[in-house]
């Protein structure tokens, strides 16, 4: 393959160059009624699972469909995408924060052709291209991070598990027979670049080994200080230590007890390596939510405190969050959301509900929040 | 023939949800077959290697992939993120696999004309492979070579008209909900903000000048769709100071069973009739609403703007129209000193262009974190480590009772010397006259 120039020039950086004007304006990429109507809108309906009509006070009104996509996307996928906005919705779409793909139409009319068109494409392996659904009281698309696609510190895959799930969960991502809408999200390592500490189920990977110490190199490759300001927990201190050809080298001792597994430390110093094929896996937590509605936004609490990483389809990770989403379903009360439900009848019952074994792991032990979190009264259930 | 045997990925093909197996075996093939003849840039068959190491790692149960080391563009301190297979002999495709995060457009709408431009530059230069979008929203554009780097920002700036987003210790990748754009219940326009502040704040998000990772997220209302309460660093959240405005027939549609409960989004099982009694007024957290003669009432005042009514009863209901956000500060993951949520700092402010009022709050908390926080310290836990009252006078906000759950439950009131009448010095001498040693 020939090199071929943009037009930057090597020796040259700075000739030319451009910098600092950021992202498009929004308002170049509007469909025409969304343009016409921005901060007229009246009110909205579900028409069915995936289907929104919004109506403006200009008598206007915009169709989506909302279909869920796989965020790791290629570009042959999304030359399709654009070539089903370009039939039906005159060469405009926009994606959601939870990385759902929305077509819009301005009539009626165009709705059957969009849904027809999205619902008959299928990959070869024989999946949907772009179902239908994600909206209401239902389970939409898996927010989630990188894995072991593309992450230096996964202690799980992500893409893996958010397939194996969203098959399990696949009808209610086409239904809305959920008490309210239940948020999914998938982070691979506690460090949540998915920020999944406030859904309704978060999935999250989790080592359970301490740091390995590549003695030989781990001056050479890190900033020790760097390493050892990086614990939270404090438990790494600097060690001298002899190679068995009697160098003497620095390096750094781990205070196992104390370590928590964050992996602060691997990201300083690349010679302190924790992945482990048994010691990784996955931490299940319930009862976040972000929204204000009724009460306000709460934390997911731990409720599986680990299973195994067992790829590629996590059948222990599917089951357990299947058994939450139907004790939920079949418990609370419309409206409320899975924290909601566990809160009213008691964490007690919520285990006991989920079939889920309660460990002495699911006590918090972590610094002052921790207390708050035991039970100080005398009213709790048997 | 695919170049790396890959049983268990196979196994994720089949199953409803999309594939991205499937979707990253189309992308190897169609770069194997060249049909418009690409010269591509980076190793054709990347898309395979990228299989093969994936699949490697599900048979492992371990990543592959290596710390990034320092690559990036010219003058840029982020918007790349260098990435290396720790086996190259193996998968020599993706041997160097850099990301680009490439700042999405506020309220992610496009045009397709936009993204196949995206797709041809990002075929010709890297893997095919990208995430629409990453967590904290840019377009991330997954595996490429350090050589192409410039070249891919050459052409974004130059052809496209398209910066980079943010990454490392600066201020990252603004992002908003759909806003007023397609939502009836957005108070403030979140697309307009979201795109004034990430153009006013360029060198912020382009140069890394701060302790750690700042972000800003935009959500029109308190349902927050963009979870900016429990993410950003300053979350901006929509909403309103007069009163709730009531259509009484549409509440009565409502009530007589004509208009479907919660825009419909219950219509998978069913629920019995709608009960306005028990499915909104009992439920409203403050007890604020009530029927009198059939027609629904709303003690205003009362109201802390939780949405359900309004969710519930979206052609009844409408959000006030004294519009603005409310500022909470200080959300974060996890990492390192636990999850918090955001604090509210700034009860009401109206979201104007330009936005003087809100960018001083922005600029004074920088000022303020830029000065104390450590080394890797998120804003809300250095506000955790120097108390909500060292932020209020950094900010020069006076505090009110909305800034408290509820009030401390201990007297150790650290009170300053200009506090108390007289200071604190004082002549020991003059007090031993009366009080004998």
């Known amino acids: 393959m020939a090199f071929i120039s943009s037009g930057y020039n090597p020796d040259k950086p700075m000739e030319n160059r451009i910098t600092d004007i950021g992202p498009r304006k929004f308002d170049e990429f509007y469909p025409p009624v969304i343009k016409k109507n921005k901060g007229k809108w009246l009110y909205h309906e579900i028409l069915e699972p995936g289907v929104l009509v919004h109506v403006s006070e200009t008598g206007d009104e915009v169709y989506t469909v909302r279909v869920g996509g796989a965020r790791l996307m290629s570009v042959s996928h999304i030359r399709e995408i654009c070539e089903i906005a370009d039939t039906h919705c005159d060469g405009h779409l926009r994606f959601t924060t939870r990385n759902n793909i929305e077509f819009m139409v301005d009539s009626r009319e165009k709705l059957e052709p969009l849904k027809q068109d999205l619902a008959s494409r299928k990959f070869n392996g024989g999946s949907f291209k772009f179902p239908i659904g994600g909206t209401g009281a239902g389970v939409t698309n898996i927010i989630h991070t990188q894995g072991w696609i593309h992450c230096h510190t996964p202690a799980t895959d992500a893409s893996g598990p958010v397939k194996a799930t969203m098959d399990v969960l696949f009808d209610d991502f086409q239904n809305m027979r959920l008490p309210a809408q239940l948020r999914v999200s998938l982070a691979c390592c506690l460090n949540m670049c998915g920020a999944v500490h406030c859904s309704d189920i978060a999935i999250l990977g989790y080592h359970r080994k301490p740091p390995m110490l590549d003695h030989e190199y781990l001056d050479k490759m890190c900033e020790i200080p760097l390493a050892i300001a990086a614990c939270p927990t404090a ?41 482990d094929d048994v010691g990784d896996g996955i931490v299940i937590m319930a009862g976040g939510k972000v929204s204000n509605r009724i009460t306000a936004p709460k934390f997911s609490k731990v409720v599986v405190a680990f299973l195994p990483n067992n790829a590629p389809r996590w059948p222990e ?66 | 023939m695919a170049k790396h045997e890959t049983p268990l990925l196979d196994q994720l093909e089949s199953g409803p949800w999309p594939s991205f197996v499937s979707d990253l075996k189309q992308e190897a093939e169609s770069r194997a077959k060249n049909e418009k003849g690409i010269e591509y840039q980076i190793p054709v068959d990347v898309c395979e290697d990228l299989l093969g190491v994936l699949e490697l790692s599900f048979k492992h149960g371990r990543t592959h992939w290596k710390h990034g080391g320092i690559v990036g563009v010219f003058g840029y301190g982020g918007g790349v993120i260098g990435r290396y297979c720790d086996q190259p002999q193996m998968f020599p495709g993706v041997a160097h696999f850099h990301t680009m995060r490439v700042n999405q457009p506020a309220g992610k709408f496009y045009t397709t004309e936009y993204l196949r431009n995206i797709c041809d530059l990002w075929d010709l230069r890297g893997s095919g492979i990208t995430n629409m979008h990453g967590s904290t929203g840019d377009i991330i554009l997954l595996g490429t070579t350090t050589p192409q780097l410039e070249e891919i920002f050459f052409e974004l700036t130059h052809t496209y008209n398209q910066d980079l987003g943010g990454s490392g210790s600066n201020l990252r990748t603004p992002s908003d909900c759909v806003g007023q754009a397609r939502c009836e219940w957005a108070c403030y326009d979140t697309q307009a903000i979201c795109h004034d502040l990430t153009v006013e704040y360029q060198d912020e998000l382009h140069r890394p000048a701060f302790p750690y990772k700042f972000k800003f997220k935009f959500d029109g209302c308190p ?46 099982r069913d629920w019995g009739p709608f009960d306005i009694q028990k499915e909104v007024i009992d439920l409203c957290p403050t007890e604020c609403m009530w029927l009198e003669d059939g027609k629904l009432m709303i003690d205003n005042r009362e109201c ?65 974190w830029m000065e104390e926080g450590k080394n890797r310290e998120r804003l809300g836990e250095l506000m955790k480590r120097q108390g909500f009252q060292k932020l209020l006078e950094m900010t020069n906000i006076k505090a009110v009772p909305q800034h408290v759950q509820e009030p401390r439950h201990n007297p150790y009131i650290f009170w300053k010397e200009d506090e108390v009448e007289g200071g604190f010095q004082r002549d020991v001498n003059e007090f031993r006259k009366h009080h004998q040693r």
């Open chain 2, 304 to 368: 802390t703007r939780c949405m359900h009514c309004i969710n519930v009863m979206p052609r009844a209901l409408r959000i006030g129209d004294d519009r603005g956000c409310s500022m909470l500060v200080g959300a974060k993951a996890p990492i390192l000193d636990g999850a918090q949520m955001g604090s509210l700092l700034v009860p009401f402010i109206k979201v104007e262009e330009p936005y003087d009022e809100i960018k001083e709050v922005i600029e004074s908390i920088w000022d303020y």
């Open chain 1, 235 to 275: 438990a790494i201190k600097p060690a001298k230590f002899e190679l068995p050809d009697g160098t003497k080298i620095n390096s750094v001792a781990v205070n196992e007890p104390r370590c928590m597994f964050c992996g602060n430390c691997y990201t300083m110093c690349p010679a302190m390596p924790l992945a």
């Open chain 1, 317 to 382: 990770t599917t089951d357990c969050i299947k058994k939450i989403v139907e004790a939920y379903a079949e418990g609370a009360r419309k409206y409320e959301r899975v924290g909601e439900w566990a809160e009213r009848i008691g964490w007690e019952r919520f285990f006991e509900k989920c079939e889920l074994d309660f460990t002495h792991h699911l006590i918090d032990d972590f610094r002052d929040p921790a207390y708050y979190t035991w039970r100080q009264t005398t009213q709790f259930k048997f």
């Open chain 2, 223 to 268: 349902n927050c769709c963009v979870a900016s309460i429990a993410r950003a660093d300053i979350s901006f959240v929509g909403t309103w100071r007069d009163d709730i405005k009531i259509d009484q027939e549409a509440v009565a549609a409502y009530v007589g069973g004509e208009l479907p409960s919660n825009g419909g989004s219950h219509a998978g």
